[in-house]
């Protein structure tokens, strides 16, 4: 069955309410009638199938039928603080990073980026990445639409690390501690970020000031992974320990 | 140290002769010079420290000054038998795949692939493919180039599966046996098939037939992967299950 993410706010009582883009696939696309029926998920969770009633150029009106109660979204939360890459490999990431379960994205300024972070541009970007996080959790069948918060200087994030129970760190230069052996320690994690080096890596004083508060460098194994590939690699190794990726 | 892959037969005892475009990159790029140090791979798993002798424009001698010992290849080899996707999916496919560990690619030519597999360009895009994977396998640092099998059909990889130990089909329709349970239940093997299917996914009688051969359909867990995630997705846990990432 087709599926639509709404606000929130478009879900009062029994009563659906699309607005936008979807009005005209669901339309002028598909050419669906009154009486046939879709998925709308609020975004936060929630996944409804959904009758339409109503159809307009505008707008298209649902009743719910039934809420959906499969659990889609991990248990375990996982940010991804990506440092910044050059072209368009953030798109990449976010696609791809929300298909393997991330909850939300972070574009991170980091000493090695070579693109630098575009106060002006910033805004454009971010709505780009959140439409695409948007369209790969549709594909994916999630409930939640993974947010890409507005991006931060990598100093910043470190003094904003209360909220996560678990904070690790891919490092070329760490050869002892595997992510397997971090997380085996901590089956009780919640919120977990990851913090990944842009091309030209992390530098030794971050990862000493990532040290100092609280994250864990860990290597990925023996095979150097390019930025766009190791957040997603990790995050679909916690998956796959906390039992998310097919029991 | 920067790296290049040889033939093995461009190692003669403590020779080494490096051809072709590797030249341009270490006499013209790089400006190296005689007596500084490249690490040179054989392609099959051996890695040598290489001081450079004699720098033409042609070729460029070395004399190996050690063989390095580091264990980058994984144990369990990893098979990737990707249904044909559409546009340039597979070059991403190559890359990302070998960079995670896998050791052999199968261009697959299934039922639903919206592309048909063009016999007259194979030869140019395996090619192209080989080229992609031998890149990536020396950023990712690996002493070992994966290799791209000509093409074939499904029936006909499904009559050629004798060389493994295990044959995984990560499937759409299979809900209650997943990857994890699978590998847990086998720590002996060694030779790894996964078989994605296209963008349409598998059907129903390639499932039949990759059963009767003996394959395991499993689930991936309730996020829907694309086919070009997938396989890729399948090797991080394949690796991080057996510690190759990062015990």
């Given at each position: 069955m087709q599926r639509y993410f709404v606000e929130p706010e478009a879900i009062q009582g029994q009563t659906v309410t699309i607005t936008g883009d979807d009005?005209?696939?669901?339309?002028?696309?598909?050419?669906?009638?009154?009486?046939?029926?879709?998925?709308?998920?609020?975004?936060?969770?929630?996944?409804?199938c959904v009758e339409l009633t109503d159809l307009g150029q505008d707008r298209v009106l649902g009743q719910i039928v039934e809420q959906l109660t499969d659990q889609v979204e991990t248990a375990v939360k996982i940010t991804l603080a990506q440092g910044l890459p050059k072209g368009d490999k953030m798109d990449m990431i976010v696609q791809k990073g929300t298909e393997v379960g991330i909850s939300r994205f972070i574009p991170l300024e980091m000493a090695r980026c070579i693109v630098q972070y575009d106060q002006k541009k910033e805004q454009k970007r971010r709505e780009r990445w959140q439409k695409i996080a948007k369209e790969a959790a549709e594909q994916a069948h999630r409930t939640l639409v993974p947010s890409v918060a507005v991006g931060m200087t990598f100093e910043r994030l470190m003094n904003s690390l209360d909220g996560f129970d678990l904070v690790i760190v891919p490092y070329e230069g760490e050869k002892a501690r595997g992510l397997r052996e971090v997380l085996?320690?901590?089956?009780?994690?919640?919120?977990?970020?990851?913090?990944?080096?842009?091309?030209?890596?992390?530098?030794?004083?971050?990862?000493?000031?990532?040290?100092?508060?609280?994250?864990?460098?860990?290597?990925?194994?023996s095979r150097i992974l390019r930025t766009e590939t190791a957040g997603l690699v990790a995050a679909a190794c916690i998956c796959y320990q906390f039992g998310e990726m097919g029991g």
């Open positions: 009005v005209k696939h669901i339309v002028r696309v598909l050419r669906m009638e009154a009486g046939e029926r879709v998925i709308v998920c609020d975004g936060i969770g929630h996944a409804f085996s320690e901590r089956p009780d994690v919640e919120q977990i970020c990851m913090v990944i080096g842009p091309e030209g890596g992390i530098t030794e004083k971050e990862i000493a000031t990532a040290l100092a508060m609280g994250a864990i460098p860990v290597t990925l194994g």
